[in-house]
């Protein structure tokens, strides 16, 4: 995890994405994502979900 004035950004190095799912891949609409992303725009924040080699990368930025 790294944090930083202008937002967070938390790393892991699981499973990543199902198999059938490209490297790179911009997930969209879990209902936790979709929550998620509500809330950082409230706010006038921005998510970014992102496939690692292996697992996920999670970034919410805020201006």
Known sequence: MA????????RDDGAGPPAASPAGLTVSDGTGL????????????TVRVRALEPGFCLQVARP
Not at 34 to 45: D, S
């Open 3 to 10: 944090l930083s004035p202008t937002g967070v950004e938390v």
């Open 34 to 45: 979709a929550g998620l992303r509500e809330r950082a725009a409230a706010v006038g924040a």
